[in-house]
């Protein structure tokens, strides 16, 4: 571990002060593995997948209880890439978990067999300056779950970092705990642009993101939290969610009409805060088109490389844009927000499967086609 910052959950986990030996702690190599494999475009397999006899140093071995289904899983799964990540060799999938310990490695003394955990499925490389720094998220060496060519945590079991592995309180369960991962991305987008009491804010798509940013606006206070979609059922639930103004977006208005309606509805001199979680070029130009002097607009959303935007108006206006990717130290903001009700996931799980092979195949298949299946998040029970 290199000197300057400091992760703020090392000392316990294996990693901070222990002078490790080449030794690891062995289990019963009985156990079954079961993992969904992504062997390439629309090539998703459940199969056996090797398990090391021995737990590492700072480890732990996580028996994987419930996995949620994210739209990368669907991309990867559909496409064989995202981005620049190509799909060059067999994938465990899955990011969105969480667990119950069944055996510590050296040096671990702050979690114990029979702990229920929340996995953060990024492990950072802490001898970048990005990490070192606190910049965690943004290191390029960090090995992030089911992010090629790092496998995912898809599978019965997996062994993880035990300071990445976060105690559930007794009021949550496993499903809360995996949904803390996307959870974590509306979180982390609502420190960035400073979300707080009073503030008017806008969010663009009420997919999964937007309806965790959506909760996680509202749990830091907002003032007004306006919503925009395509699909009017998604409306429907961001008002259940809290929502104070929907509106449905239209295919054939412009980006400027869209805004124009929706500071008429809630903030006639703009919004102070626009979190963007469709990533398009046309909800940028609403985004900046509604937003207030001054305010912050932030993309969440990845939805096209290269956009053709008004910065020239944006800079007159003193319209700050900032990037917001996954997060930093977030999960215990996601489970003290969980645990004292001030935000409940419960209503984005729409689809639960058992994990067996069929079952697989029919929760990926419901979520690569929201519209027709009216999901949200797809849940797996291990």
Known sequence: ???????????????????????????????????????????????????????????????????????????????????????????????????????VGPGVTALHVGDRVALEPGIPCWEHRLSRSGSYNLDPDIKFFATPPHHGSLCNFIDHPAYL???????????????????????????????????????????????????????????????????????????????????????????????????????????????????FESTMQTALAAAAPGAKVVLVGMGQVEMKLPLGSASIREVDILGSFRYKNTYDTCLSLLSSGRINVKPLITHRHDYTEKEVLQGFETASKPAETGAIKVMFSL
């Open 165 to 279: 592995c976060y105690k559930l309180p007794d009021n949550l369960d496993y499903e809360d705990g995996a949904m803390c991962e996307p959870l974590s991305v509306g979180i982390h987008a609502c420190r960035r642009s400073g979300v707080s009491p009073g503030k008017r804010v806008l969010i663009l798509g009420a997919g999964p993101i937007g309806l965790v940013a959506l909760l996680s606006a509202s749990a830091f206070g907002a003032d007004c939290v306006a919503i925009t979609d395509l699909r009017q059922e998604a409306l429907d639930l961001a008002r259940e969610l809290g929502a104070r103004v929907t509106q449905r977006t239209l295919h054939d208005e412009t980006p400027e009409e869209a805004a124009r309606k929706l500071k008429e509805s809630a903030a006639p001199d703009g919004f102070d805060i626009v979190i963007d979680c469709a990533g």
């Open 1 to 103: 571990m290199s000197p300057g910052y400091i992760f703020p959950r090392l000392e316990g986990f294996g990693i901070q002060g222990v002078a490790f030996s080449p030794q690891t702690r062995s289990m019963a190599t009985s156990l079954i593995n079961h993992a969904v494999v992504l062997h390439g475009k629309d090539d998703l397999r459940y199969e056996e997948w090797p398990l090391s006899d021995e737990i590492g140093p700072g480890q732990v071995r996580i028996q994987i209880k419930a996995v949620g289904i994210c739209g990368s899983d669907v991309h990867f799964w559909k496409h064989g890439r995202i981005a620049h990540f190509v799909v060059e060799a067999p994938m465990v999938i899955g990011h969105e978990s969480a667990g119950q310990v069944v055996g």
